[in-house]
């Protein structure tokens, strides 16, 4: 049967299952990744007042069944209002109230600043793993950049959804200021998206390890077979024949016929198999 050494066979060694694990895994994480920073519902609020659904999001923000508007939009200075309010009779004892809810905050700019740098690193891990799987003769130094690059995507994605769900805990943001009353929000599905993307790409890092593992403390040529699926008696590769011990003429008297291995099919006695009908010789007790 013919063994295929080219691209099928080296995923069948362990360090290329190791490889397309960390590949899949990390093309998923970026893709949630990517899916939760354009989609605005990283949180949500029920106004009663206008009788509507409010998605806010990392750059859109979504009122209802109307045009979303978004982050990079003119008049960022007045989406808000403020005024001025005092207590009785306390003069100089005046503080900002907050009239409407802003759009977007300074750290809805960090978060999303972040997403975008960790999905950058992710992409960039998934080319040096492709990289390190075309150029065996670069692979230690394309994974170690591997490594790198998805331990730094993890880290800067966990402090991203550490720093949204710190902010978004805050009374400013937490609550929607309506007409008449006041909402509060919760976390919608763009929010859950990223968590779960975030989950898969700590496997993708611990992926990542073992193909590091392989890559430096193991040898593994895919081009050899695998000494787990061929018998120890099997010379060379497949597709060539098994060493035998066959019996040779010794010029020993005391010892006639030594055994010696050989695949030269004139050397054998009648030990080695044979399509000539020649009978293997019965050896008694007595005879030695």
Not at 46 to 68: E, F, H, I, K
Not at 109 to 135: E, N, Q, W
Not at 240 to 264: C, F, G, I, K, R
Request: charged content about 15%; aromatic content about 16%; glycine content about 6%.
């Amino acid at each position: 049967m013919a063994i295929d050494f080219g691209i099928g066979s080296r995923f069948a060694t362990s360090l290329g299952k190791a490889q397309i694990t960390t590949l899949v895994l990390t093309a998923i994480a970026n893709a949630l990744a990517f899916l939760a920073v354009l989609t605005p519902a990283w949180q949500t609020a029920d106004d009663q007042d206008a009788r509507t659904r409010v998605d806010s999001g990392l750059w859109l923000y979504c009122p209802g069944n109307q045009q979303c508007w978004y982050i990079f939009s003119d008049n960022l200075v007045n989406y808000y209002e403020k005024v001025d309010v005092c207590r009785f009779l306390l003069i100089g004892d005046c503080r900002k109230k907050l009239l409407r809810t802003p759009y977007f905050f300074g750290w809805h700019y960090a978060v999303l600043i972040m997403m975008v740098i960790a999905i950058l690193f992710s992409f960039g891990g998934v080319v040096a793993l492709v990289v390190s799987y075309l150029r065996p003769h670069i692979r230690k130094v394309a994974t170690v950049i591997m490594d790198l690059l998805l331990a730094f995507s993890f880290l800067i994605y966990a402090i991203a959804l550490a720093v949204f769900m710190i902010n978004a805990e805050m009374l400013e943001s937490r609550f929607l200021i309506g007409i008449r009353n006041t909402f509060e929000k919760s976390y919608g599905y763009s929010f859950y998206i990223a968590c779960i993307g975030l989950t898969i790409l700590m496997f993708a890092v611990f992926a990542a390890m073992l193909v590091t593992t392989y890559v430096f403390f193991f040898r593994e040529n895919p081009d050899q077979f695998d000494p787990f699926k061929y018998p120890p008696s099997v010379v060379g590769g497949p597709g060539q024949d098994y060493t035998v011990m066959h019996a040779v003429q010794s010029p020993n008297t005391q010892y006639p016929q030594m055994y010696t291995p050989s695949l030269e099919p004139q050397f054998a006695l009648g030990y080695a198999p044979s399509d000539t009908g020649s009978s293997i010789p019965t050896r008694t007790f007595l005879s030695y």
